[in-house]
């Protein structure tokens, strides 16, 4: 809590944290400290203790320093010259790189899906590329968005910044306090900068972009909404592009449950299988029941593949574990046989997973019907989303890059809203 502008401990922690979880994602390739081993054990230590100092919400008080009310134009302007920057540098970053002639498979498999399904053919067939053959792996709305950028002829890797930008500029608009706005913009805009100048890479191989842009869509509007339709559209958006949320799911419903009764949660419920049937059950998986299977059959084949390493090559790592990112580099260095050291890893990353949605549904459960018997913040909701996905992403079989990013968007509302009173954000 800012209050009389002075930080107190756990403000200090809280910020200390932060730089060092923006460290070890983004900037461990540049300027390297310590090793990949230790950084990952240094970034997953820094979440949790970022976690553990925004757990509550406690910007009661009002900082002295935040006066004066920005105007929308102002807004407009700034929002409008920091999406512009963005866009224009990462046009800059993947010029030398066309969507055909990536590092990797991401943006052409996804190019073949959406003109697949443009043409009207199944797009959930297998894939031919030059040395192998790849069945789908991606649910609908990680690729049936860029059926947008393909009529418009819009490259992939920008349309999914502009997405971002998009859900951006909505998040910028809830601060009404001319300091607080400025401190947002150039804490958002300076964390998609960092990104691209360190991580290029990433940027022009993959959109993850636009699965940021949903997680921090979803967040708005658990914040700034009561309305559920609007919640569960949006968190639909988040299950069918990745299906890592999904064990969290659960979580969601009883927080709707609890704030407003058996009825609406039913009712949300119903209303998340019918967004399923429209754009996964019915067009595909009516067509061939078996592609969700089909494709994680393939994810755990990909997963011993790059677990793999040369034999003639002595200390060899396997490139994406020994990035610094992600628990998984432990299991692969402490057990004998690959398939045995990858099976313990699945078998810790789900039970970390359930404990984690456990633990926070008990505490909602306890908190309600026992303790203090109040109503459950959206902040919380969020927070209990972050850390599903901490322990989710940081015990991931392969640790990509990218996916990282998703957690972070939830960080930086985290961030936001402990560091600027609640009394500068609009209601």
């Not at 349309?159 to 500029?169: N, Q, R, S, T, Y």
Request: aromatic share 18%; with cysteine; hydrophobic share 50%.
């Amino acid at each position: 809590m800012l209050t009389k502008n002075l930080l107190n401990l756990r403000d200090i922690f809280s910020f200390i944290s932060f730089l060092l979880i923006i460290y070890s994602v983004h900037l461990l390739n540049i300027y390297k400290i310590w090793g990949p081993n230790e950084n990952a054990v240094i970034g997953l230590l820094a979440c949790l203790v970022f976690l553990a100092c925004s757990f509550k919400n406690n910007n009661q008080g009002t900082n002295t320093l935040f006066k004066g009310t920005i105007t929308y134009y102002e807004k407009l302007l700034i929002v409008a010259l920091g999406s512009a920057f963005c866009i224009i540098s990462l046009h800059n970053i993947i010029a030398p790189y066309p969507m055909d002639k990536t590092n990797s498979d991401v943006i052409p498999q996804m190019n073949i899906l959406v003109n697949r399904f443009l043409s009207g053919v199944f797009p959930y067939t297998p894939i031919d590329f030059k040395t192998y053959t790849l069945f789908p792996t991606y649910l609908p709305i990680q690729w049936l968005p860029f059926c947008i950028a393909e009529l418009f002829g819009i490259d992939y890797r920008i349309f999914a910044l502009i997405v971002l930008l998009i859900a951006v500029a909505v998040y910028l608009n809830i601060f009404k306090n001319r300091a607080a706005f400025y401190i947002a913009s150039v804490f958002v805009f300076g964390l998609i900068i960092i990104g691209m100048l360190y991580n290029k890479d990433d940027y022009f191989n993959c959109v993850e972009n636009i699965i940021a842009a949903f997680y921090l869509a979803f967040a708005l509007s658990l914040l700034h909404s009561k309305n559920i339709w609007l919640q569960i559209l949006l968190l639909s958006f988040c299950l069918f592009s990745r299906y890592s949320i999904v064990l969290w799911i659960p979580l969601y419903f009883i927080y709707i449950f609890i704030n407003q009764g058996l009825i609406q949660s039913i009712k949300g419920l119903g209303f998340l299988l019918l967004i399923f049937l429209s754009v996964y059950g019915i067009p595909f998986l009516s067509q061939d029941p078996s592609i969700f299977l089909k494709a994680y059959a393939y994810h755990t084949g990909a997963a011993i593949g790059e677990w793999k390493v040369d034999n003639s090559c002595n200390n060899c790592k396997p490139y994406h574990l020994n990035r610094g990112l992600g628990m998984a580099i432990f299991f692969y260095d402490n057990q004998n046989n690959l398939a045995y050291r990858l099976s313990i890893l699945q078998k810790v990353h789900l039970l970390l997973s359930l404990l984690s949605v456990g633990g926070t549904a008990l505490y909602l459960i306890v908190n309600k019907y026992i303790i203090n018997k109040k109503n459950i913040s959206a902040h919380f909701m969020i927070w209990s989303l972050a850390l599903y996905l901490t322990i989710f992403y940081h015990f991931i079989q392969i640790p990509y890059h990218y996916l990282f990013s998703v957690p972070i968007v939830l960080y930086m509302v985290l961030f936001q809203s402990y560091f600027i009173p609640d009394k500068l954000v609009k209601k």
